[in-house]
């Protein structure tokens, strides 16, 4: 079961998708892997109070930190079964912002960039996936056209990989305002 959350900056997604591992989690339990990493004390300030309130729910939560080797780990977390946990990633985009700026100049065979390798390592990583696995995501690319390349690129790729992962998951919300609209239902094939 693969659920996508997508939404702006402080639309209420990760609570959306936190509270959706609580209520459908087959096991009573949730791996949250972390994809940010705090440079400055804003962001650990942050991070500090999503960990409070995972305390807080009262919901059994086990936290992995990976910024960049998620297709890795979730190919080695994929189980199936009803003793795993829910895996909940928050979030892609800022993984792949993560891949982006670790990628070098130099492409690979086929001249396919890095950080398009590892776009398709995680779809081909979340397609494969057995167990309840919930990804979040943010909505890029409905503001201006970014002034720098580097930021064009992020906006496309970004884009592109929510569009693939969208097209694999058995259901897709968009959150705004912290309101979650169901966009793609269980039931929905093209
Ligand atoms: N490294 C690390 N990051 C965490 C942890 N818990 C949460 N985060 C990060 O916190 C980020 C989400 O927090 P915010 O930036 O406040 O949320 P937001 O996505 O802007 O807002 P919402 O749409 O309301 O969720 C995600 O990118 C997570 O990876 C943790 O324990 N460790």
Redesign the pocket.
Known sequence: MIVLVT?????????FAESWCIKHSESGNGL?I?????FDEEMKE??Q???DQ?EESGFIWT?Q?EPLRLPELLRTSSQAGSGSPVVLV??LT?WLSNVLLSDGEENGPGGESRTESSIRQLVEAVSAYSGQLVL?T?EVGSGIVPEYKLGRQYRDLAGRLNRSIAAIADQVFL?TAGIPIELKSREYRL
Request: hydrophobic share 30%.
């Open positions: 939404g702006g900056a402080r639309s209420g997604k990760s609570s949250y972390a994809t940010a990493q705090a942050r991070i109070l999503h960990r995972r936290t930190e928050d979030c800022l979040v943010n959150v």
